[in-house]
């Protein structure tokens, strides 16, 4: 019986094979197109990056239309009156009804609103740019993820196959077995629930495979072949921290990099909405075609050359108002370069620990799969010789399943997080060798960095102390005997000679340090409600307030306008028991911002800019005493002195 279902085993095996070579043929016949060159054809053709192709063509057109005002208009001006005579003309002083104009404009002056305009225009082309290549790389990196599914899924897919062909043979047999009645029917019932779950799984399998082809076809415009080519473009690494990547990042983000050039923009429209307090100055000349050569209606008709100057008095207040909401203009641009700020770091800091993260995790995964292949290869071997059951087959080829998922998932993973940390730095095109044509190159300007308020402060990627872990463990007996069901663990005539545990936790510093950190975490991000549950219900605060009156204190400062800084040095913690206390020096500032204008210019505003101010800032020395309340340390009490 063994012999015989070895026998199939190798059948299948073989089976297998062939059919994996009969498929590797047939996909070497079909030319294998580079990822390079399917990313430039989706940067090319995809609809949304067409628009922003298309923004960015037409903003160039836009400053060419404008440069227009400097050169001179002519234009033909057909006129037909019929106008009162009062006084009976004569001779050539007649007024002819038609008549006939080439009318030749010039600007002289216009208090400089043309050329600020076309500098603002300018900016906005460059906007548009970067708008452009932000939508390359975002549509660049959903292809990417769909192109890893798909390579994911192909792969899971087959995974399911070989996994449900395997629990269908098992089940042959173990059914076999039952109808001979050499094995239980429990034993059947248990083979059909594991089979029912590797049909499952090769249907969830194979429409995740559907899924993903569809949202390839999307991005790339038809189906992708059936043969693509492995991803390389991570071959390059990252760099060596998340501050270097967010550096990089804050450099070359396309979507930082707009917002920099719309404050560039905002700044040229102040200056043109600050133009119309200046004179226009034009050069006139009009040619009256009407002109006989006979002299007639000369009177009428002569030739004129003028210099018109225009200086506007009043209009309304609607000129000062015009500059004022340019500046509002300039401040929600500036307000728009630092939410790109905060959202690049979040971006590119998630993604980079993710590597970090994932390649650990492929080690582990990787030793998983290793160990349960050799389980698998044991207990097969250890069945031919009947100390193995079909059930324990099923057991070993359902983990190892598994364990083929599971790293198999993780090595895509790793790849999509260097494509995300990738296009975060606005380098997701270059890594892959990609680009797309006629598209020109701008070069870095001073402004770019003068603007760039950004800061490279990531947070600290958390790591697991395992030795502190196992250090503070219980021993493993009491572990086992916690996991031990009621009737097991008490018996009256044994004595297990294990003392009770104790009823609260001793105190740890690093837990009240780690509290004491969460709660100034919670000032810094004016978080009020979280802020006041680090305090006990028992809290009595310094007089002369008492709690409800401090509590809508700290409500309504955390409430203001403007940014906290809250700086904790010199922390030192002292346990005792269920209590502890935590002394430092805190350093405290509020900075609020408002706008100023820079220059001694004669107008009311030449250079508007966001000025930070600090509103207030103390430097004390703090007590907090903790006490722990249901299971959780808890200020009781806080003091401060100078």
């Given at each position: 019986?063994?012999?015989?279902?070895?026998?199939?085993?190798?059948?299948?095996?073989?089976?297998?094979?062939?059919?994996?070579?009969?498929?590797?043929?047939?996909?070497?016949?079909?030319?294998?197109?580079?990822?390079?060159?399917?990313?430039?054809?989706?940067?090319?053709?995809?609809?949304?990056?067409?628009?922003?192709?298309?923004?960015?063509?037409?903003?160039?057109?836009?400053?060419?239309?404008?440069?227009?005002?400097?050169?001179?208009?002519?234009?033909?001006?057909?006129?037909?009156?019929?106008?009162?005579?009062?006084?009976?003309?004569?001779?050539?002083?007649?007024?002819?009804?038609?008549?006939?104009?080439?009318?030749?404009?010039?600007?002289?002056?216009?208090?400089?609103?043309?050329?600020?305009?076309?500098?603002?225009?300018?900016?906005?082309?460059?906007?548009?740019?970067?708008?452009?290549?932000?939508?390359?790389?975002?549509?660049?990196?959903?292809?990417?993820?769909?192109?890893?599914?798909?390579?994911?899924?192909?792969?899971?897919?087959?995974?399911?196959?070989?996994?449900?062909?395997?629990?269908?043979?098992?089940?042959?047999?173990?059914?076999?077995?039952?109808?001979?009645?050499?094995?239980?029917?429990?034993?059947?019932?248990?083979?059909?629930?594991?089979?029912?779950?590797?049909?499952?799984?090769?249907?969830?399998?194979?429409?995740?495979?559907?899924?993903?082809?569809?949202?390839?076809?999307?991005?790339?415009?038809?189906?992708?072949?059936?043969?693509?080519?492995?991803?390389?473009?991570?071959?390059?690494?990252?760099?060596?921290?998340?501050?270097?990547?967010?550096?990089?990042?804050?450099?070359?983000?396309?979507?930082?990099?707009?917002?920099?050039?719309?404050?560039?923009?905002?700044?040229?429209?102040?200056?043109?909405?600050?133009?119309?307090?200046?004179?226009?100055?034009?050069?006139?000349?009009?040619?009256?075609?009407?002109?006989?050569?006979?002299?007639?209606?000369?009177?009428?008709?002569?030739?004129?050359?003028?210099?018109?100057?225009?200086?506007?008095?009043?209009?309304?207040?609607?000129?000062?108002?015009?500059?004022?909401?340019?500046?509002?203009?300039?401040?929600?641009?500036?307000?728009?370069?630092?939410?790109?700020?905060?959202?690049?770091?979040?971006?590119?800091?998630?993604?980079?620990?993710?590597?970090?993260?994932?390649?650990?995790?492929?080690?582990?995964?990787?030793?998983?799969?290793?160990?349960?292949?050799?389980?698998?290869?044991?207990?097969?071997?250890?069945?031919?010789?009947?100390?193995?059951?079909?059930?324990?087959?099923?057991?070993?080829?359902?983990?190892?399943?598994?364990?083929?998922?599971?790293?198999?998932?993780?090595?895509?993973?790793?790849?999509?997080?260097?494509?995300?940390?990738?296009?975060?730095?606005?380098?997701?095109?270059?890594?892959?060798?990609?680009?797309?044509?006629?598209?020109?190159?701008?070069?870095?300007?001073?402004?770019?960095?003068?603007?760039?308020?950004?800061?490279?402060?990531?947070?600290?990627?958390?790591?697991?102390?395992?030795?502190?872990?196992?250090?503070?463990?219980?021993?493993?007996?009491?572990?086992?005997?916690?996991?031990?069901?009621?009737?097991?663990?008490?018996?009256?005539?044994?004595?297990?000679?294990?003392?009770p545990e104790p009823k609260g936790q001793a105190c740890s510093v690093p837990d009240v340090t780690t509290r004491v950190r969460e709660w100034a975490t919670a000032w810094r991000q004016k978080d009020a409600d979280n802020y006041l549950r680090f305090y006990a219900d028992k809290f009595s605060p310094e007089p002369p307030l008492n709690k409800e009156q401090w509590t809508q204190q700290r409500r309504a400062?955390?409430?203001?306008?403007?940014?906290?800084?809250?700086?904790?040095?010199?922390?030192?913690?002292?346990?005792?028991?269920?209590?502890?206390?935590?002394?430092?020096?805190?350093?405290?500032?509020?900075?609020?911002?408002?706008?100023?204008?820079?220059?001694?210019?004669?107008?009311?505003?030449?250079?508007?800019?966001?000025?930070?101010?600090?509103?207030?800032?103390?430097?004390?020395?703090?007590?907090?005493?903790?006490?722990?309340?249901?299971?959780?340390?808890?200020?009781?009490?806080e003091l401060t002195a100078p």
């Open positions: 019986m063994n012999s015989k279902f070895k026998y199939k085993l190798m059948v299948l095996t073989a089976s297998c094979g062939v059919g994996m070579l009969v498929n590797s043929v047939a996909y070497a016949t079909e030319p294998l197109l580079p990822l390079k060159d399917m990313v430039e054809k989706v940067v090319t053709l995809n609809p949304e990056v067409q628009a922003r192709y298309h923004k960015f063509l037409e903003s160039g057109f836009e400053q060419e239309v404008r440069r227009g005002e400097y050169l001179p208009k002519a234009d033909l001006v057909s006129t037909y009156r019929k106008q009162e005579e009062l006084v009976k003309t004569t001779g050539n002083a007649f007024i002819p009804r038609m008549n006939n104009e080439l009318v030749l404009r010039q600007m002289i002056f216009d208090g400089f609103a043309t050329s600020n305009e076309v500098k603002r225009l300018g900016h906005a082309n460059r906007v548009r740019y970067y708008e452009l290549q932000s939508a390359m790389q975002n549509t660049t990196l959903e292809f990417m993820r769909a192109y890893i599914d798909t390579l994911r899924y192909r792969e899971l897919s087959q995974y399911a196959k070989d996994n449900y062909v395997v629990h269908k043979q098992l089940f042959d047999r173990i059914q076999e077995r039952v109808n001979a009645g050499v094995a239980r029917k429990v034993d059947l019932e248990q083979a059909t629930g594991r089979l029912a779950l590797a049909e499952a799984n090769l249907l969830t399998e194979t429409t995740n495979l559907h899924d993903v082809t569809a949202r390839m076809q999307r991005l790339y415009g038809e189906l992708p072949p059936n043969t693509l080519e492995a991803p390389t473009f991570f071959n390059g690494g990252v760099e060596p921290t998340s501050a270097d990547a967010l550096k990089v990042a804050y450099t070359h983000n396309p979507d930082l990099l707009s917002t920099i050039e719309d404050i560039q923009a905002k700044k040229n429209e102040i200056k043109t909405s600050e133009s119309r307090y200046m004179p226009r100055l034009d050069l006139q000349a009009r040619k009256n075609l009407g002109t006989s050569s006979d002299g007639q209606f000369s009177a009428s008709a002569a030739d004129v050359l003028e210099l018109k100057l225009n200086f506007n008095l009043f209009n309304g207040f609607s000129d000062q108002n015009s500059i004022k909401q340019t500046v509002q203009k300039l401040n929600g641009a500036e307000d728009m370069r630092d939410k790109a700020c905060v959202d690049t770091r979040q971006i590119v800091v998630i993604a980079y620990n993710d590597i970090a993260q994932l390649k650990e995790q492929y080690i582990y995964r990787s030793q998983h799969k290793t160990s349960i292949e050799n389980a698998r290869e044991a207990y097969h071997k250890q069945f031919d010789i009947g100390q193995r059951t079909l059930l324990d087959l099923l057991d070993t080829e359902n983990e190892y399943f598994q364990a083929k998922r599971s790293m198999t998932n993780t090595e895509y993973d790793l790849q999509t997080a260097f494509a995300r940390t990738y296009a975060g730095q606005g380098a997701l095109l270059n890594k892959i060798g990609a680009a797309r044509g006629a598209l020109p190159e701008f070069s870095r300007e001073q402004y770019m960095d003068s603007e760039n308020v950004c800061h490279a402060i990531a947070p600290v990627q958390m790591t697991v102390d395992k030795a502190a872990l196992l250090a503070d463990a219980k021993p493993f007996e009491n572990v086992r005997l916690s996991l031990a069901k009621p009737s097991e663990l008490v018996k009256p005539s044994v004595n297990l000679g294990v003392s400062r955390l409430s203001t306008n403007g940014k906290i800084g809250l700086k904790l040095n010199n922390l030192e913690v002292v346990c005792d028991g269920d209590k502890a206390n935590a002394k430092f020096n805190q350093d405290y500032s509020l900075t609020t911002y408002k706008i100023q204008k820079i220059g001694n210019t004669s107008c009311e505003v030449c250079n508007m800019k966001r000025i930070p101010t600090t509103a207030f800032s103390d430097q004390v020395n703090k007590e907090l005493q903790f006490e722990r309340v249901n299971n959780q340390w808890q200020i009781v009490r």
